[in-house]
Structure formats: structure tokens, C-alpha cells
């Protein structure tokens, strides 16, 4: 990942688990959402893809997803429901 990409701000949550913050740092963001995601009640399967997707080193994998399509949105079922985490980046201002 490049500087650039780094210093990208963006928008994460968790839906009906976290409200919307904002970093404004890539790096900064997949921690705070990969600890409130480890400590919730995920099957396997689930914490290890979400340790892959925001877990260390994971920063290059959402730069080329956020690069690519704009966003990154996932999704896990707890409880019977499904909840969705989406990364979103900050519309950059001309200042």
C-alpha cells in the first residue's frame, strides 16, 4: 500500500452493532473494526475471513477492493440475523 493509500479516510460500521465512524486512516480503521468484530459471537469460518479481510496486513487487500469497486461491504450472520460491515471512503474535498 502506498502513502497515499494509507492516508485514505474512510467510513466504517457495523450494522446494528456500531454506528458509523470515521478514520482518517485506512490502517487506523481495520483495527477498530477487526477488535470489535473479534469479540462478537462468530462461528469459525466467519472470524477467520473477517481476521483475513481486516486483521494485520489487511490493508493492501482493502485498498485494492476500495481502488476497485468503490467500497468494500461483508457480511456475517449472528443470532439468526445477518449484519453488514462496509468500509467506505470520504469524499475528498477541494479545499
Do not use: C, K
Not at 58 to 63: C, F, G, K, S
Amino acid at each position: 500500500m502506498n502513502s497515499r493509500e494509507s492516508r485514505t479516510a474512510v467510513t466504517v460500521s457495523i450494522e446494528d452493532i456500531t454506528p458509523p465512524a470515521t478514520f482518517s486512516r485506512l490502517p487506523d480503521a481495520l483495527v477498530a473494526l477487526w477488535e470489535a468484530l473479534r469479540v462478537l459471537p462468530l462461528g469459525w469460518t466467519q472470524y477467520e475471513a473477517y481476521r483475513y479481510f481486516l486483521g494485520p496486513g489487511a490493508e493492501q487487500r482493502v485498498a485494492a477492493f476500495l481502488a476497485r469497486d468503490g467500497e468494500l461491504t461483508l457480511s456475517f450472520t449472528m443470532a439468526g440475523r445477518s449484519h453488514a460491515v462496509r468500509v467506505v471512503p470520504v469524499p475528498q474535498t477541494r479545499g
